[in-house]
């Protein structure tokens, strides 16, 4: 805690904060950053937000912003919001609010407040409700947020129920706020979720969306999506990732998706990193990791002898995937990298299983595409046996096959396979118009592309005509 409270001083005095506070304080207005920053300082962390409340209304806001920054933006003026660019960073600044629910849409009836106090006690959770005045640098915590805050807990500032019933979206960030600090969720909290989950059907399915993908980005997702899990919020949005906990009776022992899921998603985050250290988190690919097994319940199968088999689930959760990614409203690109990672997560066990020939792996590169790194990553993390013997032999295959991508792309253009005569040429040889049998015959130099590499233009019409004689 003393390092957090000399990053809450350091924040006081950072220059974009100074400058906004000399403004407020030589026009008699209360101000104070707010919120995340807070939170974040007191953690120790180093924070670039500058959230800020005052008492002062919105058009007096625009008034004292304007000569201190390059530019201003009034979207939020009806919330109270002004922002402003001040040396070079962005600033929002909201007038005290103390608005009111009536329980039918999460939208408030916005009205301001008088008080900070006040305003901090309309917030979602604790830890979020500290507030620090400037310049006085005076910390302001009415609920309690410090001590939750060295408890590593999550709590919110009134009673949860009351919370809740006000905006159900908080019940998503407790989720997300329980990943993204490390918390637990306090009991009655969790409790208040069970029981308001369905509440959740007030709220747009872009902001599930938008706040599914926020708790996708932290490091560990996992703690928040037990959270959901376990209290059921997840099946209002989600119900394929609960399915997954499949039952296991006396006869026919087979590991719970659920948590293989879990650790695929874990994995996959680890190896994402890895590889590639520097990059934005990988929501996509986190969603793969999620959702890759969740045709299998709808595929399960018991069989004699005490097996389980789970045939063509690639497929069936490749459709359920698009199904309940269009439903949250993620748009087209996301929606197919995930359905069609889910779809080709199986491919690689073939290898495993007996090497392939360079056309296979051609093939494989030709199906994956632009998502070929992913899979890589998604399929090496779907491993997780306990079998140390299996797991060796299958990342020994996986870096067989990728060895063998980089050598055939060093031979040919294997990353962007098709036909050495593209369809112009193919009209011109064969005397053919634009048609159906152009189609044909272009797919026919594709797959001798696949199967043969690179044999030259002159050898690619030679096939050709010979096909097509072939056909009569």
């Keep these: 805690m003393a390092e957090g409270l000399a990053r809450l001083e350091e924040l006081a005095a950072h220059p974009v904060v100074a400058t906004v506070a000399r403004a407020f304080a030589e026009a008699g207005r209360d101000l104070a950053i707010v919120g995340g920053p807070v939170r974040d300082a007191l953690l120790g962390r180093t924070t670039h937000d500058f959230d800020f409340t005052t008492d002062a209304r919105p058009d007096e806001i625009l008034a004292l912003v304007k000569p201190i920054s390059s530019v201003q933006w009034d979207v939020g003026r009806a919330f109270g919001t002004i922002g402003a660019r001040v040396k070079g960073e962005q600033v929002e600044i909201t007038t005290f609010r103390a608005d009111s629910y009536d329980g039918v849409t999460r939208k408030p009836t916005v009205e301001f407040g008088d008080t900070l106090e006040a305003d901090l006690s309309r917030r979602d959770f604790t830890v979020n409700a500290m507030a620090l005045r400037v310049p006085a640098r005076t910390l302001v915590d009415p609920t309690g947020g410090v001590e939750d805050l060295v408890a590593g807990r999550l709590r919110t500032p009134i009673d949860p129920a009351i919370s809740f019933g006000d905006d159900p979206l908080r019940m998503l960030r407790a989720a997300r706020f329980s990943s993204q600090l490390d918390f637990a969720v306090d009991p009655d909290t969790l409790d208040a979720i069970v029981q308001l989950r369905g509440s959740l059907g007030i709220v747009s399915p872009e902001r599930v969306q938008a706040e599914l993908v926020r708790l996708l980005q932290t490091d560990d997702p996992v703690r928040g999506i037990r959270v959901l899990v376990e209290t059921g ?179 040919e253009e294997i990353d962007a396979i098709r036909p050495e005569l593209d369809g112009n040429r193919i009209q011109e040889v064969l005397g053919l118009k634009p048609g159906r049998e152009v189609g044909e015959a272009y797919r026919f130099l594709l797959d001798l592309r696949l199967d043969e590499g690179v044999v030259g233009e002159d050898e690619a019409e030679r096939r050709l005509r010979e096909w097509w004689a072939a056909r009569g």
């Design 233 to 411: 919020l997840i099946e209002e949005f989600l119900p394929e990732v609960p399915a997954l906990r499949l039952e296991v009776d006396e006869h026919h022992h087979h590991k719970d998706v659920y948590e293989h899921s879990l650790t695929v998603l874990r994995q996959a985050i680890a190896l994402e990193k890895s590889r590639h250290p520097d990059a934005a988190p990988d929501v996509p690919l986190r969603l793969a990791a999620l959702l890759h097994d969740i045709g299998k319940p709808a595929t399960r199968r018991l069989e004699d002898g005490g097996g389980v088999t789970f045939h063509h689930h690639d497929i069936k959760g490749a459709r359920m995937a698009r199904k309940r990614l269009q439903a949250l409203r993620f748009d087209a690109a996301t929606t197919t990298v995930v359905s069609r990672l889910v779809e080709l997560h199986l491919r690689f066990f073939g290898y495993a299983e007996g090497a392939w020939t360079d056309a296979a792996v051609r093939r494989y590169v030709r199906d994956a595409g632009d998502e070929l790194e992913r899979l890589h990553i998604l399929t090496r993390a779907d491993v997780t046996t306990r079998n140390k013997r299996k797991a060796q032999r299958l990342a020994s295959a996986y870096d067989d096959i990728e060895a063998r991508i980089a050598a055939l792309r060093e031979q």
